[in-house]
């Protein structure tokens, strides 16, 4: 079975851009999440989403955003980027919302200059 | 919300050496996971339990749910076992998993 994909692997934008980050998760599971990973902060949820639905959201201002297609292949979407939103973004996916082994993309690089 | 924490945030081996990495957490769970992050930044699955003990090769885990902590044991260690180990707890619903700092393990050879 193939694993969790992420695309574009490497990034750079620029200040007050807008980026959209694309993850496919492994065949059968319904549920994508998405962390943050920075050197100051570590890794942080940002949100869940099942069946097309979010079902939970961390502490990250609107501007981030995601959403699930039927397929269940979600995007992320920053909008007016800035330098601090320069991170791995890494998707992982489960069978199930809630308690179930995760499995995690190879990640996208963002880089905002 | 449930706390994470790791313990060494840094361990320094050398080959062949044997280590023990913490996770504690400070309230109950259904189910842990442990993860070995490679150089390039993806997380690999080591050990889905949540309690018990589990082995896969060198590896082994143990987790006492009822004292809120797991650990990790790596045998025999290898350079290519350098990198960060994360332990991660599910928290609340919705697919949301708690991380620890993380140990950073570098085996020299």
């Known amino acids: 079975k193939a694993g969790v994909t992420q695309t574009p692997r490497y990034l750079i934008k620029t200040r007050g851009q807008q980026v959209t980050l694309s993850c496919s998760p492994i065949s059968g599971h319904r549920s994508v999440s998405w962390y943050q990973q920075t050197p100051g902060q570590g890794l942080q949820f940002l949100f869940e989403y099942f069946s097309e639905t979010q079902r939970n959201k961390g502490n990250f201002p609107g501007r981030f955003s995601g959403r699930q297609f039927s397929n269940s292949r979600s995007e992320m979407n920053v909008s007016t980027l800035e330098l601090g939103d320069s991170a791995l973004y890494l998707c992982?996916?489960?069978?199930?919302?809630?308690?179930?082994?995760?499995?995690f993309g190879p990640g996208t690089r963002l880089t905002v200059t | 919300g449930i706390q994470v924490e790791q313990s060494p945030p840094d361990l320094i081996l050398q080959e062949g050496a044997n280590s023990t990495l913490r996770c504690n957490f400070s309230d109950s769970v259904n189910n842990l996971q442990w993860f070995h992050q490679n150089p390039w930044g993806q997380l690999i699955n080591l050990f889905y339990i949540p309690s018990g003990t589990k082995q896969n090769g060198r590896l082994s885990a143990t987790t006492v749910a009822t004292e809120r902590y797991s650990l990790l044991y790596i045998s025999s260690s290898q350079t290519t076992d350098s990198g960060v180990y994360f332990c991660?707890?599910?928290?609340?619903?919705?697919?949301?998993?708690?991380f620890g700092q993380g140990t950073e393990l570098s085996v020299k050879p």
């Open positions: 992982a996916s489960s069978t199930q919302s809630t308690g179930f082994e995760q499995y």
């Open positions: 991660a707890v599910p928290y609340n619903q919705g697919g949301k998993l708690i």
